[in-house]
C-alpha cells in the first residue's frame, strides 16, 4: 500500500518553471513505477511522463518531450517533475500515482494508487 501527497504547484507566468514533489509513504516504493498525470477542465486525464522503479527508464508525453524531467529518490521516497517553459496549455491539476509493478506504462488504468493532486496554473 502506498499514500501519495504531491505538492509544489502554483501560479507562473508562461515561460516559468515549477517543480512538482511528490512524497510516497510506504514500503514498497522502490519497486513501484512513478508517474504523473493531469487533468484540465473539461478534458480527460491524461499520461504526462513516468519513471520505472530503479529509475532507469523514463517516458514522456509528446507535449513534454524536452521541456519536463521526471526523477526519483528512492532512499527519500519522492518523486519530481521538474517543468520549464511552461505554456498556458499546461495548466492542469496533476497527479501522482504508483504502480505496483517496476514497469512504467503510460496507461492510467495500471496505476494502482493516486494522490489528491495540485493545481497548476500558467497565466499568459
Known amino acids: 500500500q502506498l499514500q501519495l501527497v504531491e505538492s509544489g504547484g502554483g501560479l507562473v507566468q508562461a515561460g516559468g518553471s515549477l517543480r512538482l514533489s511528490c512524497a510516497a509513504s510506504g514500503r514498497t516504493f522502490s519497486s513501484a513505477a512513478m508517474g504523473w498525470f493531469r487533468q484540465a477542465p473539461g478534458k480527460e486525464r491524461e499520461f504526462v511522463a513516468t519513471?520505472?522503479?530503479?529509475?532507469?527508464?523514463?517516458y514522456y508525453a509528446d507535449f513534454v518531450k524536452g521541456r519536463f524531467t521526471i526523477s526519483r529518490d528512492n532512499a527519500k521516497h519522492t518523486v519530481s517533475l521538474q517543468m520549464n517553459s511552461l505554456k498556458p496549455d499546461d495548466t492542469a491539476l496533476y497527479y501522482c500515482?504508483?504502480?505496483?509493478?517496476?514497469?512504467?506504462?503510460?496507461?492510467?488504468?495500471?496505476?494502482?494508487?493516486w494522490g489528491q493532486g495540485t493545481q497548476v496554473t500558467v497565466s499568459s
Open positions: 500515482a504508483a504502480r505496483n509493478n517496476l514497469y512504467a506504462l503510460r496507461e492510467a488504468r495500471f496505476y494502482d494508487y
Open positions: 519513471i520505472s522503479g530503479s529509475g532507469g527508464r523514463t
